[in-house]
């Protein structure tokens, strides 16, 4: 393992299938992705394309009115799906607010992930159902929060692992620098994955930094590996070795998984007004579905059987998550004062009755 390590200190990209689908040399990343069968794959494949009908879906209701703002994950499943499915059940995820593949690898119900872009909620889904935080606005902090995560797990003497998620733009915001500063100085059983996808908003990557994002890791002493983030085998071989690492008590590891944002950074915004129609036409041709695609039928494996079944499941999905969405009972202006704590509070129900009372004002006024 840290042999591996070492031979992709110079920040090569680990890459296990080409964009043209063909599997690359074997090296030591391959033996950590031996048990994906063929069946596997096609199950990765489906992952692939449920995230991405998800994320069109939810785009479109956004589009529709029914939600107030929406972070694409277009072109980025495959680091979100492979680095997902590398996770054990207790390990615990600190997602930021684009990681809705990983929510999805984790079982949450598509339907859960929108109330919070419809306003119907305060926050999403019971993390610990799922071992993964609802969407952090607040770019950087969840590696913060991840970070005494996994000071507790050690703390605890257990084995678990943690992983925390954000994008290049974060690793610009102090709170990055100072959980990779933390997590190196006690240890800590953290994985920090980075989705360089080139933009943070309408700033480019080359302008946030000189070097690679693996590097400013390094420079707090966490070891680093860059992978390519559109593919889904070489992110799941990564996200594996530096879980291991973490569980068996190797402290941090930052992993900068490089892809791209087809889209905009959320649904307010308008990438064509920053970026060049030629670079997204590059990208395009390093799609992480259309690699996994060439790769099944290179090898045989893709038929009309598999891809009516995931057109079977992927329909379904977004027929449900719609059905959901407008399915969801709108809060009302009191129950603001719901969930604010577990038992019943003195001074809940006194603002409640105030704030009650000052609502009842407005419909005397209109009658």
């Known amino acids: 393992m840290d042999t591996a390590i070492s031979r992709a200190s110079d920040d090569d990209l680990i890459q296990l299938v080409t964009a043209e689908g063909t599997r690359t ?77 990983v929510a999805y ?26 071992n993964m935080t609802t969407p952090a606005i607040i770019v950087g902090s969840q590696a913060l929060h991840a970070t005494g995560y996994g000071l507790g797990i050690k703390f605890d003497g257990a084995d678990g692992a943690v992983i925390t998620y954000f994008g290049d733009g974060a690793t610009s915001q102090g709170d990055i620098s100072e959980a990779f500063g933390f997590a190196a100085s006690f240890n800590a059983p953290v994985v920090f994955f980075c989705q360089n996808n080139q933009w943070a908003i309408s700033e480019p990557v080359t302008l946030q930094t000189h070097i690679t994002i693996a590097e400013r890791g390094r420079g707090f002493g966490v070891p680093a590996l860059r992978v390519d983030g559109n593919d889904v085998l070489a992110v799941l071989a990564a996200t594996r070795m530096a879980l291991t690492r973490a569980r ?12 791209y944002r087809m ?49 079977d499941r992927a329909d379904w999905t977004a027929a449900e998550l719609r059905r959901g969405c407008l399915g969801t009972v709108e809060p009302t202006a009191m129950s603001v004062f719901d969930n604010v704590y577990a038992d019943p509070h003195p001074l809940i129900a006194e603002e409640r009755d105030a704030y009650a009372t000052y609502l009842a004002g407005f419909e005397g006024a209109q009658s």
Not at 39 to 48: A, N, P, Q, S, V
Not at 59 to 83: D, F, H, I
Not at 248 to 259: D, F, H, K, Q, W
Request: glycine content about 8%; aromatic content about 8%; hydrophobic content about 35%.
């Open 263 to 311: 889209g905009p950074h959320t649904t307010s915004d308008d990438p064509t007004r920053y970026r060049s129609a030629a670079v997204d036409d590059e990208w395009k041709k390093k799609d992480p579905i259309d690699r996994i695609e060439r790769l099944l039928d290179a090898e045989g494996a893709m038929d009309d059987a598999l891809r009516a079944r995931v057109k």
């Open 25 to 101: 040399e074997p090296s030591e990343f391959t033996g950590l992705v031996e048990d994906i069968t063929t069946d596997k794959l096609r199950d990765l494949y489906e992952d692939l394309i449920v995230v991405r009908r998800i994320d069109a879906e939810a785009t479109a209701l956004q589009r529709q009115g029914e939600l107030g703002l929406w972070a694409p994950l277009l072109g980025q499943e495959a680091a979100q799906v492979g680095s997902a499915r590398a996770l054990h059940p207790d390990d615990f995820v600190f997602g930021s607010y684009r990681e809705h593949g």
């Open 248 to 259: 068996e008590g190797s402290g941090p590891m930052l992993i900068e998984a490089v892809t």
């Open 105 to 130: 690898c984790r079982g949450v119900d598509p339907t859960e992930m929108l109330r919070f872009w419809r306003g119907s909620t305060q926050s999403g889904w019971n993390p610990y159902e799922y």
